[in-house]
């Protein structure tokens, strides 16, 4: 059980387009998503956090016009990354969590992006 | 500002040794410790957490922490490495008293050789 799936999970876009990344809970409902970006060699990096139904909350240093994350049902995130540049390419991971407070994460396989 | 920091980004074991995964805290606050491992193409799999009850924290696939507050340490080892063990694995420090808003090491490779 507790199964993320995030779609694409590659993804090659050109330098000025918009790219969407689909993260989903597949048995259970998520009201709390988390998405993460991890360089080459690097940690992840928390980005944001959405809970279903509100705004989303962003990293400091993370532009929330640029990244785009939308929460609308308890199954399902996305994140857009608008007007993608080469500096955005990166792994991007989604996690979710079934509660608030103590509540284990379960971490989707993420999204390789490439802007050309 | 919580932080964690992994000594060395590959490890390199034989199959049957002791793995030692090092993972050292800085944190403001009484601190959530984990350790999840990622095989490749798949998500990042818990395998233990610290949430301040035994100091000494089994997890699955036969690992274990020990969670040493003089010496800010939340070392990862098992006693008998095995090929299915290679592996990234990853330390991280709850931002605040929960599992939410993980702060994640670099990364530690596991390489189990036959």
């Known amino acids: 059980g507790a199964v993320v799936s995030q779609h694409p999970s590659w993804v090659i876009c050109k330098s000025g387009t918009s790219v969407k990344i689909e993260c989903r809970s597949l048995?259970?409902?998520?009201?709390?998503m988390f998405w993460y970006r991890q360089f080459p060699k690097q940690s992840l990096m928390l980005m944001a956090t959405?809970?279903?139904?509100?705004?989303?909350?962003?990293e400091q240093g993370v532009e929330k016009d640029k990244f785009l994350i939308n929460h609308a049902s308890l199954t399902l995130s996305t994140l857009t990354v608008t007007s993608a540049h080469p500096e955005d390419s990166s792994f991007y991971i989604c996690?979710?969590?079934?509660?608030?407070?103590?509540?284990?994460?379960?971490f989707g396989p993420g999204t390789r992006l490439t802007v050309t | 500002a919580q932080s964690v920091t992994q000594l060395g980004s590959h490890v390199s074991v034989s199959e049957g040794a002791l793995v030692l995964l090092r993972c050292n805290y800085s944190?403001?606050?009484?601190?959530?410790l984990f350790w999840y491992v990622q095989y490749p193409n798949q998500g990042l799999q818990l395998l233990l957490k610290?949430?301040?009850?035994?100091?000494l924290v089994k997890g699955i696939n036969g690992f274990e922490a020990e969670f040493k507050k003089s010496e800010t340490s939340f070392h990862l080892t098992k006693p008998s490495a095995h090929m299915s063990d290679a592996a990234e694995y990853f330390c991280?420090?709850?931002?605040?008293?929960?599992?939410?808003?993980?702060?994640f090491g670099t990364g530690t490779r596991l390489l189990v050789s036959p």
């Open positions: 944190s403001s606050v009484p601190p959530y």
């Open positions: 959405s809970n279903e139904g509100s705004k989303a909350t962003y």
């Open positions: 610290y949430t301040s009850a035994a100091t």
């Open positions: 048995d259970f409902q998520a009201t709390t």
């Open positions: 996690s979710a969590t079934p509660g608030s407070g103590a509540s284990e994460q379960y």
């Open positions: 991280a420090v709850s931002k605040d008293t929960g599992f939410q808003k993980l702060v």
